[in-house]
């Protein structure tokens, strides 16, 4: 064998690892560092933090609507409402925007982020579930482990990825934020969020949150964890999920770290 050969080989080889390692993503615990009130009515399908504010977007025929509420009380300051037929599902801000898209009905909406008002629909194909965004792309999932970036006008996808651990892809993906250039992601029916490369997929890491709401604190077996937002600022993590009655704020703890320490801010 040459040795131009050997030398592609050990490319080829080194690539697959670089793409698919042979070890699985690390996981860590999570401490929590205050909680805030949610409203259990709502069915979160969209979470981000701006302003001050929590933006929400709920789902289900006849109930989804779009939610601005205040961190500390859960006092609704904005809403507005889907038409009773489409499923809201992720939301993201965009310049003086918000877009809103939906399940299964391959329509979204645009407001103006100020005021809510309704500026205009779009379509697309395929199934609507997380969606966030980075400095020039809007990201978003459908349930599967494809995340696609798209344009942020014609919301078009640009290019995608396939998210992996370990080499296996990662289906359901969810709810999604954008954190230090990484992809935050909540797998659906899970109680772990996914770090994710957004060049390659790969999954960097996870965070275990088993046990951050109690079994008797949830509604059914669909109030599952399904929300991350993001406050830059201040560097904060907030999760929440459908129906549940709080707003976690947590950071990462080494998986050895006990959980639970659930100390409300004043």
Not at 77 to 93: C, H, K, M, N, W
Not at 205 to 217: K, N, R, V
Not at 249 to 261: F, L, N, Q, R, V
Request: with cysteine; glycine share 10%.
């Amino acid at each position: 064998m040459g040795s131009q050969t050997i030398r592609s080989l050990l490319c080829f080889c080194i690539g697959l690892l670089w793409v698919f390692p042979l070890a699985a993503a690390p996981v860590v615990k999570y401490r929590v560092v205050a909680t805030y009130p949610h409203a259990t009515d709502n069915y979160t399908e969209g979470l981000f933090y701006r302003d001050g504010m929590f933006y929400e977007g709920t789902g289900r025929e006849g109930d989804s609507r779009l939610v601005v509420t205040d961190p500390a009380t859960a006092k609704v300051l904005q809403q507005t409402a889907l038409p009773s037929r489409f499923f809201g599902e992720g939301i993201v801000d965009w310049g003086a925007n918000l877009y809103q898209w939906t399940w299964e009905t391959h329509t979204g909406f645009v407001y103006d982020r100020f005021s809510l008002r309704s500026i205009r629909q779009f379509t697309y194909d395929g199934e609507g579930w997380g969606m966030t965004r980075s400095a020039r792309e809007i990201i978003t999932s459908d349930g599967s482990a494809t995340l696609s970036f798209r344009d942020p006008i014609t919301f078009k996808v640009r290019h995608t990825i396939t998210v992996r651990d370990d080499g296996r892809p990662v289906k359901d993906l969810n709810e999604l934020e954008y954190i230090k250039g990484e992809i935050y992601a909540n797998v659906w029916h899970s109680d772990r969020i996914a770090r994710i490369s957004p060049t390659t997929g790969q999954v960097l890491g996870w965070i275990d949150l088993t046990g951050i709401l109690p079994a008797d604190q949830r509604r059914d077996g669909e109030s599952v964890l399904n929300g991350i937002a993001y406050d830059a600022k201040q560097n904060r993590i907030f999760v929440t999920g459908k129906n549940w009655p709080k707003i976690f704020e947590i950071k990462a703890a080494p998986k050895a770290t006990p959980t639970g320490a659930k100390h409300k801010r004043n």
